[in-house]
């Protein structure tokens, strides 16, 4: 089993700045598919970034392209997502997941592990 602990949520003004950590309990395997996704009241989980262990590829939705960046450190088991030029609209519980296998990856049902989520609020 993996598990996961997300850190580093918090309350900024549009066009601040957070960084998100996840603690991965181990790497059971050598390539995993890990990613970040939210979700706002009352909206689905949505995949925001997901990169691939293994490899290092990345996936954006479209809305964040250009203001978060999705990184790991595998020596830490750690996973991050820096956001910048928050807006809003990305007001969600930010949750950390992971899964062996990356075919979709920023679909929600490809996700065997998830955490708690870290609460991230955008005020205007």
């Known amino acids: 089993q993996v598990q996961l602990v997300e850190s580093g949520g918090g309350s900024v003004q549009a066009g601040g700045s957070l960084r998100l950590s996840c603690v991965a309990s181990e790497y059971t395997y050598s390539s995993y598919c890990m990613g970040w996704f939210r979700q706002a009241p009352g909206k689905e989980r949505e995949g925001v970034a997901v990169?691939?262990?293994?490899?290092?590829?990345?996936y954006y939705r479209d809305s964040v392209k250009g203001r978060f960046t999705i990184s790991q450190d595998n020596a830490k088991n750690t996973l991050y997502l820096q956001m910048n030029s928050l807006k809003p609209e990305d007001t969600a519980m930010y949750f950390c997941?992971?899964?062996?296998?990356?075919?979709?990856?920023?679909?929600?049902?490809?996700?065997?592990?998830w955490g708690q989520g870290t609460q991230v609020t955008v005020s205007s």
């Open positions: 990169i691939r262990t293994g490899g290092g590829r990345t």
């Open positions: 997941a992971a899964a062996p296998s990356c075919y979709y990856p920023l679909y929600v049902g490809t996700y065997n592990y």
